[in-house]
């Protein structure tokens, strides 16, 4: 038994021997003479791929943009870090320590490790996407998409033909919910006769899994299919099923040429250029950026070339409303609203606050499924 | 002497008995030629593979935040490796770590959060390891007492209770234990500060690292030193010869699953209270399924798993930096883990059986 | 065969062996465990191929790469373990093997052939019976069937009579020189000196890997045949197996009495039907009988391994009925179990391991829960002396040791402990003639000393040189127990056949006629 110690002894000789080649090189390495300024750093963790074409995807063009925008600027990042406590503080950790001087974190899972790397690092900033602990280096940052899904919800309603739409979403955290609530009263608002029915995949990304959720949809007798997911796999099962689809994160028409209505996206880059150039201008502070269409961070893919010219007509209206700002998520979110039992949760005449409705953990009306607790 | 026919001309036949030597030289050579062919791979992609190494080393072990972080990586694999490795040693194919890790995890939070959320740490830390070492240890009581009372198969009901378990905690995180501050994000609360295990200086290496290392001692005497260890390896090895020798065999079966499973609840415990401070979703990244390999690669030794586990946490953390300094795509950092995962199992196969020529091809 | 080598890395199996077999004659191989029987015949028949020398069919050479090229070639083997489905008849076996059409199977044609064939060399085997309608000597018929219909002309049999009763035994004799007779090569491979000196007509002696001579049934003997397997002489027991000196003092007070009793085999069919037996101390009680008879149930049942359904288990006055293992262990009963690998040792752990099995959960080898280390050594160690274990070392994996030094290391284990009785179930089964002539002085040894020992073997030579008494176990019962002391092996044959005591003595005559 105590032979395989023997194994162990001269792995670690191995491991140690390069270590030390390993050092020697390193150093040498680091001797190069840094670009005569020094360059803005900025770091990204994804729980990703960046190819997925989904969420992932649409903050990794945000990096282009700003690497782009910003010649000075050098970006760095690491694909597909797991949520867990132990994976996602030792990236984010590894990264301030690597110098980076802005470390962006896109998904939730990394809110308490940021706040955790944040404290050892108070000078380097951060930007955690979609939570809600901040620190006086911790900013957080989100946009107003449940404005782009209401008026894609509008689309489905006129679109449908069965009144029925299938909504492929991924847990039931407030994000997801109030997309689904704001989709639905979009598609209300249009179609009164239609309801969304909602399955939950408990994943961000699995092609197969949220495949096959549409499939179950539309084997309901659903016709058009919308997704809170990272992946094109309800998209297609649309498309191959003859059904309309609304995609997520980024325009799916190559992948699903027939069926891809419309797509909620992110323009992630006109947040980050903004938060990088406050850095450079030394106005940089910890906010709660909570964006909207107005402001570009969120938008509406271009519309399909099938869809009928009276309804492009009246959808393109309603993008140029909120574009300008006259209607926002505050309009999506105002009384009367209903939640699933009829119950009126907002009355006639008022409107959710922006705590409310971060923090929403109800369906309103039209909305088939149930949130799990 | 046993042969299998496997390729035309060819056999391979169990090597009776490998020689010690022979064992190191293949694991040294196994790593140098997985090296090698990475490299190889590593090169037609443009990298140069010289570099590559240099950097996950230095990302693993090249500074003290490095070896620390691989540290705290080593150590649910540990002692999850550990909890495997014991029921492997008995021949009971444990596929459960993962369940038995999330019912240690659960059971140390609900002590925490709700059955003494004000003891002070010197009761709570005992508490919580004895509530972990009581969930995981449940959780391999239930396919322990099933394979040896009605002979189910471990493999089966282990592997099936992963799901229970894993779902059973999203259902309390999203649920009953949900943080209410949190925006009805999925989570519980923060433990209380007597909950959180001592750590090593401004690094994340906590008491976890010291628990793995006293259960790898301790298991070691076991299985050198007492009856007990000496009765699992007889079963393990002969269960006929177990059952002439008169030893309680179905007894040690459940015993044996409930210490494994222990184990690996004791490695859902240390991550909560050392790393996490909360039950929250994707708790785990399948450390109970890497435990198999840690155990494997070990041979079930429990230093080899020790040095095992520390090698893949190096893997892990050293691959972090391909893409961090290097930008090198995701995918190359678990291409070069498997890469060498694939071939120290290899060169494990080799030293136990060999591929000889058959002459008289005609 | 000319310039046979084969190697298992480093052991030499076959070294420079010629051998030659004539068509027409019936030539035996024979040579001690080990000496390289197996392999040289398992190269003949295709199963290995040589590291290097050359095989000649009629001045032709031939090269094989599977057995399926050797039948195409003309050479069959026969082997111990048959290679039949049990569910199916016999012509579908036959079928099974040819692979000559996979959409007809042409069964009625096969059944047609195979009928002729075997009316003409007199195998009397029915094709359209199922194979698990057949005793274990028509299967091997059927073996043979097989390899005839297949077009085989050289017939490798590996220890045919191993595995049959006496009777059985004689008549595969017979069809053996049935086959020769009509022009066929028959090799077979045996360490029975009787059977050779009976049937062949050359015989080939192999020794470590060598052909040390070849020689006929008529320029040799017995002692000369055992000489040159070995290379030294052997004690009485080859010569002249039932003349054993025998301690004549009365046996002392019983030790083991079996009650009425019956037991359920690994199939759930009865295994033991009310058997009486009694063992008293210095007696040895020797069990007869074909394998599966009961023999494995009766050592079990005795030694608390196995569940009586009816009756009483007796050890030393104690009522030892459905007691565990480990308590009669503790009473004092050694257990040579019947595959010591598989049972009573551990291949894969060390020679410590190995040795304190039965001790190691009492002082001196453990105190509390921990194994006492250095006693465990020195205990292994003494074994390992006293009872001449060649071995490099008590770390070394038990599973590195050949079969007759394992056996020395069990046999020491077993009986370190002055048992009062001792279960010992195939002493010597895959046991060199040295290791073999070991394992029965210890016996004798234990039975001088006061033992009672309950033998179980199929080597009715073994029986009939250890035992006092003999008792023949057929279908779970006791057929008859007879007195060791100028026994008939016949008669015991024809009990272990099942045939009744009364009736075997009225066989007699004619089975000596036959013969």
């Known amino acids: 038994m105590v032979r395989r110690g023997l194994v162990s002894v001269l792995s670690v000789l191995i491991l140690v021997g390069m270590m030390a080649i390993s050092f020697g090189r390193v150093a040498a390495q680091d001797a190069t003479p840094a670009a005569s300024e020094k360059p803005l750093k900025v770091a990204f963790v994804y729980v990703g791929p960046v190819g997925d074409l989904g969420w992932t995807w649409a903050h990794d063009q945000g990096r282009k943009e700003l690497e782009a925008a910003f010649p000075n600027v050098t970006t760095v990042y690491q694909e597909s870090v797991p949520e867990n406590p132990a994976d996602a503080e030792r990236v984010i950790r590894q990264f301030a320590q690597d110098g980076a001087d802005l470390i962006i974190t896109t998904s939730f899972g990394y809110m308490d490790p940021t706040i955790n790397v944040a404290k050892d690092f108070p000078d380097t900033k951060f930007i955690h996407i979609s939570g809600y602990k901040t620190a006086p280096n911790v900013a957080t940052a989100f946009g107003k998409i449940e404005e782009p899904?209401?008026?894609?919800?509008?689309?489905?309603?006129?679109?449908?033909?069965?009144?029925?739409?299938?909504?492929?979403?991924?847990?039931?955290?407030?994000?997801?919910?109030?997309?689904?609530?704001?989709?639905?009263?979009?598609?209300?608002?249009?179609?009164?006769?239609?309801?969304?029915?909602?399955?939950?995949?408990?994943?961000?990304?699995?092609?197969?899994?949220?495949?096959?959720?549409?499939?179950?949809?539309?084997?309901?007798?659903?016709?058009?299919?919308?997704?809170?997911?990272?992946?094109?796999?309800?998209?297609?099962?649309?498309?191959?099923?003859?059904?309309?689809?609304?995609?997520?994160?980024?325009?799916?028409?190559?992948?699903?040429?027939?069926?891809?209505?419309?797509?909620?996206?992110?323009?992630?880059?006109?947040?980050?250029?903004?938060?990088?150039?406050?850095?450079?201008?030394?106005?940089?502070?910890?906010?709660?950026?909570?964006?909207?269409?107005?402001?570009?961070?969120?938008?509406?893919?271009?519309?399909?070339?099938?869809?009928?010219?009276?309804?492009?007509?009246?959808?393109?209206?309603?993008?140029?409303?909120?574009?300008?700002?006259?209607?926002?998520?505050?309009?999506?979110?105002?009384?009367?609203?209903?939640?699933?039992?009829?119950?009126?949760?907002?009355?006639?005449?008022?409107?959710?606050?922006?705590?409310?409705?971060?923090?929403?953990?109800?369906?309103?009306?039209?909305?088939?499924?149930?949130?799990?607790? | 002497m046993a042969s299998v026919p496997l390729l035309r001309g060819y056999r391979i036949e169990r090597v009776p008995a490998p020689s010690r030597l022979a064992t190191a030289l293949v694991s040294l050579l196994s790593l140098l030629l997985a090296l090698v062919f990475g490299g190889i791979v590593l090169a037609l992609a443009g990298e140069n593979p010289l570099t590559v190494y240099q950097t996950m080393l230095r990302g693993a072990l090249g500074d003290w935040n490095g070896v620390a972080e691989t540290l705290v990586k080593t150590t649910p694999l540990l002692l999850a490796g550990l909890g495997v490795a014991v029921a492997f040693r008995m021949q009971l194919w444990n596929i459960g770590a993962e369940g038995q890790l999330y019912l240690g995890a659960i059971f140390a939070t609900g002590t925490a959060l709700f059955l003494i959320p004000t003891a002070p740490g010197w009761v709570m830390v005992p508490a919580m390891i004895v509530a972990a070492l009581i969930g995981g240890g449940l959780w391999g009581f239930i396919p322990g007492a099933l394979r040896a009372w009605f002979g189910a198969s471990e493999i089966i009901t282990s592997l099936m209770l992963n799901y229970v378990a894993i779902l059973f905690s999203e259902y309390l995180v999203h649920g009953p234990w949900r943080d209410p501050q949190a925006y009805g994000?999925?989570?519980?609360?923060?433990?209380?500060?007597?909950?959180?295990?001592?750590?090593?200086?401004?690094?994340?290496?906590?008491?976890?690292?010291?628990?793995?290392?006293?259960?790898?001692?301790?298991?070691?005497?076991?299985?050198?030193?007492?009856?007990?260890?000496?009765?699992?390896?007889?079963?393990?090895?002969?269960?006929?010869?177990?059952?002439?020798?008169?030893?309680?065999?179905?007894?040690?079966?459940?015993?044996?699953?409930?210490?494994?499973?222990?184990?690996?609840?004791?490695?859902?415990?240390s991550e909560v209270a050392g790393i996490g401070h909360q039950l929250q979703r994707n708790l785990s990244p399948g450390y109970g399924y890497t435990a198999i390999i840690v155990a494997w690669l070990a041979r079930l030794h429990p230093f080899g798993a020790v040095l095992v586990a520390f090698l893949l946490a190096v893997l892990t953390v050293g691959g972090d930096q391909l893409q961090m300094s290097l930008g090198l795509p995701a995918a190359i950092a678990p291409m070069l883990q498997g890469t060498i995962l694939f071939f120290l199992l290899g060169g494990d196969l080799l030293t136990r059986y060999r591929l000889t020529r058959v002459l008289g091809v005609g | 065969m000319r310039g046979i080598t084969k190697r298992f890395g480093p052991v030499v199996a076959n070294d420079h062996v010629d051998f030659e077999a004539a068509w027409g004659e019936v030539h035996a191989l024979v040579g001690e465990n080990g000496a390289g029987k197996s392999t040289l015949m398992s190269i003949l028949a295709g199963l290995y191929r040589p590291d290097s020398g050359t095989i000649e069919i009629d001045g032709t050479p031939v090269r094989f790469r599977s057995p399926r090229d050797a039948i195409e070639h003309g050479i069959g083997m026969v082997y111990q373990h048959f290679m039949l489905v049990e569910p199916f008849t016999v012509a579908e076996n036959v079928v099974l093997g040819e692979r000559r059409s996979t959409v007809d199977l042409g069964l009625p044609r096969v059944e047609r052939e195979l009928a002729e064939l075997s009316e003409r060399y007199g195998l009397g085997v029915d094709p359209k019976a199922h194979i698990w309608q057949l005793s274990v000597g028509e299967q091997q018929r059927v073996e043979i069937l097989r390899l005839l219909y297949l077009g085989a002309r050289i017939l490798v049999f590996d220890e045919p009579t191993a595995v049959l009763t006496p009777q059985e035994a004689t008549s595969l004799i017979r069809t053996l020189r049935g086959l020769a007779a009509q022009g066929f090569s028959v090799i077979f491979i045996s360490h029975k000196l009787d059977e050779v000196m009976e049937v062949a007509d050359c015989i080939s002696i192999l020794r470590r890997g060598q052909i040390v001579a070849t020689t006929a049934p008529n320029e040799t003997d017995r002692r000369t045949l055992a000489r040159l397997m070995v290379g030294r002489e052997l004690a009485a027991l080859v010569e002249h197996p039932a003349v054993e000196p025998r301690d004549e003092r009365e046996p002392g007070e019983t030790v083991l009495a079996l009650r009425g009793v019956g037991a359920i085999g690994e199939k759930g069919l009865p295994a033991l039907r009310d058997v009486d037996l009694a063992v008293r101390a210095g007696e040895t009680l020797g069990i007869a009988g074909v394998a599966g008879n009961g023999q494995s149930e009766l050592a079990e049942v005795v030694t608390g391994l196995r569940r009586v359904t009816n009756g009483t288990v007796t050890i030393a006055g104690r009522d030892m009925t459905n007691r565990p293992a480990a308590e009669v262990a503790r009473a004092g009963v050694a257990h040579i179990p019947e595959d010591r690998l598989a049972t009573g040792l551990i291949g894969g752990m060390d020679l410590s391991a190995n040795a304190i099995l039965r001790e190691y959960g009492r002082p001196p080898l453990s105190s509390g829960p921990f194994l006492a280390g250095q006693q465990v050594n020195t205990f292994t160690d003494r074994l390992i002396s006293d009872h001449d274990v060649k071995a490099p070392g008590r770390w070394a994996k038990l599973r590195t040791l050949s079969g007759g030094n394992q056996q020395k290391l069990l046999l020491g284990r077993e009986l370190a402990g002055s048992p009062r009785l001792i279960v010992a179930v195939h002493p010597t089964r895959g046991v060199d003639i040295g290791a073999t002539e070991a394992i029965h002085e210890e016996l004798r040894r234990q039975r001088a000393s006061g033992a009672a020992t309950l033998l179980i073997s199929e080597d009715l030579d073994e029986l009939l040189a250890l035992s006092d008494r003999i008792a023949v176990l057929f279908d779970g019962r006791v057929m008859g127990v007879l007195p060791a002391r100028g026994a008939d092996p016949e008669q015991i044959g024809l009990l272990m056949a099942g045939v009744a005591a009364d009736a075997a003595s009225q066989t007699e005559t004619r089975s000596a006629a036959d013969g």
């Open chain 1, 149 to 373: 899904r209401y008026v894609s919800g509008e689309l489905a309603g006129l679109m449908t033909k069965s009144n029925q739409i299938g909504y492929v979403a991924a847990f039931p955290i407030p994000e997801v919910i109030r997309g689904i609530n704001a989709f639905t009263l979009g598609v209300r608002k249009t179609n009164p006769e239609a309801t969304v029915k909602v399955v939950w995949t408990n994943t961000w990304y699995d092609p197969q899994k949220e495949r096959a959720a549409a499939e179950a949809l539309l084997d309901g007798g659903a016709d058009v299919i919308t997704q809170h997911q990272d992946t094109a796999g309800p998209q297609q099962a649309a498309e191959d099923r003859g059904a309309y689809g609304i995609g997520y994160n980024a325009d799916m028409s190559e992948l699903a040429p027939n069926a891809f209505l419309t797509a909620p996206i992110w323009h992630w880059g006109v947040y980050y250029k903004q938060a990088v150039q406050d850095i450079l201008d030394g106005t940089w502070k910890s906010t709660q950026y909570w964006g909207g269409w107005k402001d570009g961070i969120v938008d509406l893919a271009p519309l399909a070339s099938f869809i009928p010219e009276d309804i492009r007509k009246q959808i393109e209206d309603e993008e140029a409303r909120f574009k300008s700002g006259e209607k926002d998520e505050f309009t999506i979110f105002s009384g009367p609203l209903k939640d699933q039992s009829g119950e009126v949760r907002v009355p006639e005449g008022q409107t959710m606050t922006g705590d409310e409705i971060l923090g929403m953990n109800w369906f309103v009306e039209g909305v088939q499924g149930d949130i799990p607790s």
């Open chain 2, 185 to 269: 994000f999925p989570g519980t609360p923060t433990l209380p500060d007597a909950a959180w295990l001592a750590r090593w200086g401004t690094t994340r290496v906590h008491l976890g690292l010291l628990f793995g290392l006293i259960a790898a001692v301790t298991l070691w005497v076991m299985f050198r030193r007492t009856r007990w260890g000496y009765e699992i390896g007889v079963m393990g090895e002969n269960p006929r010869a177990a059952h002439y020798a008169g030893m309680p065999t179905k007894r040690t079966i459940i015993l044996v699953m409930v210490l494994s499973g222990a184990l690996a609840g004791l490695a859902g415990m």
